[in-house]
């Protein structure tokens, strides 16, 4: 079955640590996004990605990095410099259209510094 | 900016009564609007959209118009079961813009909570 997967979904970090988020998919989508969740905030771009190799800086990309290097996977490292780090972490992807299009979401990662 | 203003809650129903969930939004050009609903625990998924004005977007029984006048997108259900129980997301995107404009600009949510 198509989709995106998220992994872990529940994850505990030390204050001062790093930690990296999976997510993949196999839809074949040439976009993929990063949100951020929090209680009655709805959801902020973090970053996203439009090709293999290339990435912008989405609203809140402070103390946040990513990488994608293939189509299919853009993980998202937290890093220590994040200040308030615990959240749900959404992933999201849609085909590079400039058209009209759905984005997909994953099934989340809640973090939960310690 | 773009923005996306919704009622808030929570919103308590009994089952089987109407649901009415306010989205207005401001954007400075022609914006695709899109309801999402999240489950507990899980991530978000699309329940309807609609790309153009009078449009109806509509599926599993919600409705919504694209009303231009009024810039407004609101969810409507007549008959609400349990299983609605969720957090509702009312977004737009602007298309045919390209760079950070292909995102998504969600409101807050909206939890609506029903009770047999």
């Known amino acids: 079955d198509g989709g995106i997967t998220q992994s872990p979904k529940y994850l505990f970090r030390k204050e001062g640590q790093n930690v990296t988020l999976s997510c993949e998919q196999n839809?074949?989508?040439?976009?993929m996004y990063w949100y951020r969740q929090d209680p009655g905030q709805g959801l902020r771009l973090i970053y996203y990605?439009?090709?293999?190799?290339?990435?912008q800086k989405g609203d809140i990309a402070e103390g946040y990095s990513v990488s994608r290097e293939k189509k299919e996977s853009f993980p998202l490292t937290v890093t220590s410099a994040q200040k308030n780090p615990t959240a749900f972490y959404l992933c999201?992807?849609?085909?590079?259209?400039?058209?009209?299009?759905?984005?997909?979401f994953g099934p989340g990662t809640r973090l939960t510094v310690l | 900016g773009d923005s996306v203003t919704q009622m808030e809650g929570p919103v308590t129903l009994s089952e089987e009564a109407f649901l009415t969930i306010n989205c207005t939004y401001t954007?400075?050009?022609?914006?695709?609007l899109f309801w999402y609903v999240q489950y507990p625990g899980e991530g978000l998924q699309l329940l309807l959209k609609?790309?153009?004005?009078?449009d109806k977007g509509s599926n599993k029984g919600f409705e919504a118009t694209y009303r231009k006048e009024t810039t407004s997108f609101h969810l409507e259900k007549g008959s609400v079961q349990v299983s609605d129980s969720a957090v509702y997301f009312c977004?737009?995107?602007?298309?045919?813009?390209?760079?950070?404009?292909?995102?998504?600009?969600f409101g807050k949510g909206t939890l609506l909570t029903v009770n047999p």
């Open positions: 999201a992807s849609n085909r590079d259209s400039k058209f009209t299009d759905t984005q997909y």
């Open positions: 839809l074949n989508h040439d976009a």
């Open positions: 990605s439009q090709i293999v190799n290339d990435f």
């Open positions: 954007a400075t050009g022609y914006p695709s």
């Open positions: 609609a790309t153009k004005a009078d």
């Open positions: 977004a737009l995107r602007i298309p045919n813009s390209g760079g950070s404009n292909y995102k998504l600009t």
